[in-house]
């Protein structure tokens, strides 16, 4: 790990002037941070503690019915928090199923947001890569890359984001409140993240010296906490990244679908959020033949960045799994295994 | 650059002068204050044997800066036993066979006692298989480990409404 100056602001203001001075870097739990500045794929000069900020590990539910989640929230507190598991499910078993127990506990509402793609060709400084060292090339086209993005890549970056929980933020339209030198702003969470084109170093739309303060959800969103799902694909049971996601919330009425929100993971520098699918769906049957044709336009685009065309197949199953389990209906009680396509082994005998 | 941080471990109060910013938890604990119980794997935040508790609540101490601790309560495997009578899970992890070479094990008993005061496993093996994820043994005593957790569990549920009694 590199040497670097260690900053403890007291305020937001305080901490956003730190940050105004280039090689700075916010620091909350540093689960994603501290790992990348130990293989030196992140090299900050200072490193500005933001753990302390007053006011920013709140939960707060806004009179309209939405909840605004301050930024240092951590992700298990946030799963657990019973109003909002009940409130945004698809969100809750997202978070769920993401990282370990011990990460959830330190990681930040702001940190997973803010998480780097887990390319491994990023992380080997002996590889090139365009995102870490820009003009460098790309060592993920050509290499290994069975796991590597599908749609909205270039042939300058290939990598994919890693989170869960945004993939459900960006199907409900959550929001993301900003501070920075130049006052406050408010990003659609679609937005913040990037797709590479010829500049893959520029991953979000944050401006420097910006900190995420905190996450908005709207009212709305709360319609489809009857019908939503998060399903997730991994090469193991539990602890690891999706191979690929997708998060589906339905309004159903009487069999037919109102409204639709479908967002996928894995595929893309960005959590991919699917509309014309959902415009698709709106307003017909539930049916499975209808749920396949918009997984079906939902990779209309998708294209293989290498070994990797049998994502595209996987994925286009996980939507359609992701919708017809959002019609069975969100679960009464988090499953055992969170995001899981595969039957629970509650009861099984193996331990006795 | 120095600094100077509090910490409380194993229920003793420590003042900690760090002349080095980068140092983790784990390297603290290891290599400046002497408690080698806890054990670095991975150093990546992969394989939970550096599983501490932090305010209670079960952390990687590898991906965790001393510094950004200051004023926190830290709980290691050195701080569990009374004298010579082992923690119920401790005892529990000997009683199940929750082990076989042992270097998980400080870790998997720390994530095991985060795990029981969550609350979130009730007596589901699988919920508790998936809430232990973050500890990894390569020798395979995963069976036992879901044994030791289930009657560690009950044998704290049993001494807590005693003591509430």
Sequence with gaps: MNRFDYIRPVSVPEAIAAAAVPGSAYLAAGTNLLDLMKVGASRPERVINITRLPGLDRIEWLPDGGVRVGTLVRNSDLAYDERFAKTFPVVAEALLSGASAQLRNAATVGGNLMQRTRCAYFHDLAGACNRREPGSGCDALGGENRLQAVLGWSEHCIATHPSDFCVPLAALDAIVEVEGPHGGREIALDTLHRLPGATPEQETALLPGELIVALRLPAEASSFSRNARYIKLRERTSYAFAVVSAAAALEVEG????????????????????????????????????????????????????????????????????????????PQAMPALPASPFPALSGANHVI | MSLSIGLTINGQPRTVALDDPRVTLLDLLRERLDLTGTKKGCDRGQCGACTVLVDGRRINSCLALAASLDGATVTTIEGLADGEALHPVQAAFIEHDGFQCGFCTPGQIMSAIGLIAEGHAGDDPERIRELMSGNICRCGAYQGITEAVLEAQKTLAERNRRDAA
């Design chain 1, 255 to 330: 069999g037919t679908i109102r409204k639709a929100r479908i967002a996928l993971g894995g595929v893309a520098a960005k959590p991919w959020r699917a509309r014309e699918a959902e415009a698709l769906l709106e307003g017909k049957q539930a049916t499975a033949q209808a749920f396949a044709e918009a997984a079906e336009l939902a990779l209309a685009e998708a294209r293989p960045s290498g070994d990797n065309a049998f994502k595209i197949e996987l994925a286009h199953r996980i939507v359609t799994r992701a919708l017809s389990l959002a019609l069975e209906g969100t």
